[in-house]
């Protein structure tokens, strides 16, 4: 039996333990809170608002972010002040929540219409290849031939298993947005959907977006030509890329969407998800539209974004000219030959797109070529 002195001391550090236990939990959750609540607000205009009226704004957005800590913004809040501030109803969109790096992502150069947001799409749990391609085809600056300022994101969904690496690649890289929502096939939709949303939140000033998966192997200088001497967003403002035409509504099988998701048995023409291009105002006309009431998402995140969405913002769309893909699992030809052998291969699906879990040498490969094709070097480059 225990002597009355032995109990006590027991007694008195059971209590020292459960104190700083206690604290412990407590400065958890003030953090928790902290990485959860936005940093910036910023009211999202119509379409017949101009860019130049975003101008004002710039700079609170970059102070905001000198002061996380003490100026946090309840997410509810943002929602409501960017969507609309008498709305009466809830829509898809007021659900959608993020946490954001410590600082600011877009950093705006003096002329806002040579800036280009990449926003890619990624699993949590690929450290590796968001490296790569932080490395390749993603490599944020200036690219001086073109004089067009790249900015690449990673969007991520909710993965508790690698969440404290997320939080680290955060706080080194400054270019991955956790999107809180589960990361699995039936909510890619939603988080494209996110994505388009995060950036008129949170780069509202960037004149052209292009969209992109973590798994395609991309030649930045072609896209980035075919911006300057090609594109005419004035006149052709709406959504670039490879449309397909009346593709069947799938019912029972991986891409399966019921009636009660989608009634007609066609889909309106949509683009491969692998890479489109569109601007900032036809992103805020398809924030829009996903914000109406009763508006609902359907898991198949091209279909959607490109086709379901597209045609309910009614924007045009406009098919890549003279620009090629690849769809190397049709073909066991790898992307390095593709590249070599096709002068206007804009991107190919590198092996992660068929679930081939390698090393990402081939990103490094790739990109080695496109290099030695455009006579250029990284430090010429960029």
Avoid at 120 to 138: E, K, M, P
Avoid at 172 to 193: Q, S
Wanted: with cysteine; glycine share 2%.
């Amino acid at each position: 039996m225990l002597s009355p002195c032995y109990t006590h001391v027991l007694l008195i550090i059971s209590c020292i333990i459960f104190f700083f236990s206690a604290i412990s939990f407590i400065k958890r959750i003030q953090i928790h809170s902290n990485l959860t609540q936005p940093t910036q607000i910023l009211s999202v205009y119509d379409n017949h608002h101009s860019q130049n009226q975003f101008s004002s704004y710039t700079t609170i957005i970059n102070k905001n972010h000198l002061n996380t800590s003490d100026e946090q913004i309840n997410e509810r809040f943002l929602n409501k002040k960017v969507l609309a501030l008498n709305k009466t109803y809830n829509s898809i969109l007021d659900r959608l929540t993020f946490i954001n790096p410590p600082k600011s992502i877009c950093i705006y150069p003096k002329h806002t219409q040579n800036f280009i947001v990449f926003i890619v799409l990624s699993r949590a749990l690929n450290f590796d290849f968001r490296q790569a391609i932080r490395a390749t085809w993603g490599r944020n600056g200036k690219y001086k031939q073109y004089n067009i300022h790249v900015q690449t994101i990673f969007f991520v969904g909710t993965d508790d298993s690698v969440q404290s690496a997320i939080r680290l690649e955060q706080s080194l890289f400054n270019d991955v947005v956790e999107v809180v929502i589960p990361e699995n096939y039936p909510f890619v939709a939603h988080k494209e959907l996110a994505s388009l949303f995060w950036t008129r939140l949170y780069c509202p000033l960037a004149r052209l977006i292009f969209r992109a998966d973590d798994d395609i192997l991309l030649d930045t200088f072609l896209l980035l030509d075919y911006i300057k001497n090609h594109l005419n967003i004035n006149t052709q403002d709406g959504l670039h890329g490879w449309f397909r035409f009346n593709n069947t509504v799938h019912r029972a099988d991986k891409w399966a969407i019921t009636k009660i998701e989608y009634k007609p048995k066609i889909y309106p023409p949509y683009t491969f998800g692998i890479g489109y291009l569109f601007s900032n105002v036809s992103c805020q006309r398809l924030v829009n539209a996903a914000n109406r009431p009763k508006h609902q998402v359907i898991r198949v995140g091209d279909a959607y974004i490109t086709g379901i969405l597209r045609d309910l913002a009614r924007i045009p769309y406009y098919d890549f000219q003279n620009l090629e893909y690849a769809y190397t699992f049709y073909n066991p030809i790898s992307c390095d030959i593709f590249f070599e052998d096709k002068p206007q291969l804009l991107l190919c699906m590198s092996k992660l797109h068929v679930g081939i879990r390698d090393d990402p040498f081939e990103f490094y490969d790739v990109w080695n070529i496109i290099l030695t094709k455009h006579h250029t070097s990284l430090s010429n480059a960029t």
